[in-house]
């Protein structure tokens, strides 16, 4: 199955810096997508991209299919940012998605 | 339009029972994924369903199950529990093969 890789594991950045967390899948996909996860457990949607750019807010997310990566942008970080950040992936007839590991991100004020 | 949502949200178990848990999709939504998500091993997919047939099985043992009803809603099923199936039970849906919609979740602790 695919293979789905996040960098870095772990981030900790001032209140107001910007930050590049990034993804790595091993195939093609039909589905990718970023996640927040809040400290209650739910999986909160910040993009479904599967290819191109997109940009909602202070954040903005582009995955470039062809060289198989996606990354997640967020400028201006504020601590309620705080948390970690999900890539998934499916490349398959259905919606298996395969998870990386995350990037655990503190912002500090 | 309501969320998913999931039942019950909190879930103490003894080692060797077994326990059931609900998800309500999204309405509309005809597909429910589920996940698992533990410390050692992060969030894993355990199975789909789509139309009350199974589309999707990750791996794990046959102690894990579940099923579809005609509302959508689903249910997944773990038998004979092991203290390592403690975790946080995720529950998504989606319309067909598109973006997917996770639930609060259901945390069980096995004990």
């Known amino acids: 199955g695919i293979q789905v890789e996040q960098s870095p594991p772990d981030l900790i950045l001032q209140e107001g810096a910007n930050s590049t967390l990034r993804c790595n899948f091993s195939d093609s996909v039909n589905n990718l997508q970023w996640f927040h996860q809040n400290p209650w457990g739910q999986l909160i949607n910040l993009f479904y991209?599967?290819?191109g750019t997109k940009q909602n807010g202070r954040l903005s997310a582009t995955t470039v299919a062809t060289e198989r990566y996606s990354l997640l942008y967020i400028s201006s970080s504020q601590t309620t940012d705080s948390g970690v950040y999900f890539c998934?992936?499916?490349?398959?007839?259905?919606?298996?998605?395969?998870f990386g590991g995350g990037t655990r991100l503190m912002v500090k004020p | 339009k309501a969320g998913v949502t999931q039942t019950p949200r909190y879930l103490i178990k003894t080692r060797g029972q077994q326990v059931t848990l609900s998800c309500s999709p999204i309405s509309g939504h005809r597909s429910v994924s589920w996940y698992q998500q533990t410390p050692g091993q992060g969030l894993q997919f355990l199975f789909e369903y789509f139309s009350e047939t199974q589309r999707n099985k990750g791996n794990f043992p046959g102690r894990f199950s579940g099923r579809q009803f005609s509302n959508s809603r689903s249910e997944m099923n773990v038998s004979t529990l092991e203290l390592g199936d403690s975790a946080l039970y995720l529950c998504?849906?989606?319309?067909?093969?598109?973006?997917?919609?996770f639930g609060p979740g259901t945390r069980l602790t096995v004990t």
């Open positions: 998934a992936a499916s490349n398959n007839a259905g919606n298996m998605l395969t």
């Open positions: 998504a849906s989606s319309l067909g093969q598109a973006e997917q919609y």
């Open positions: 991209i599967p290819s």
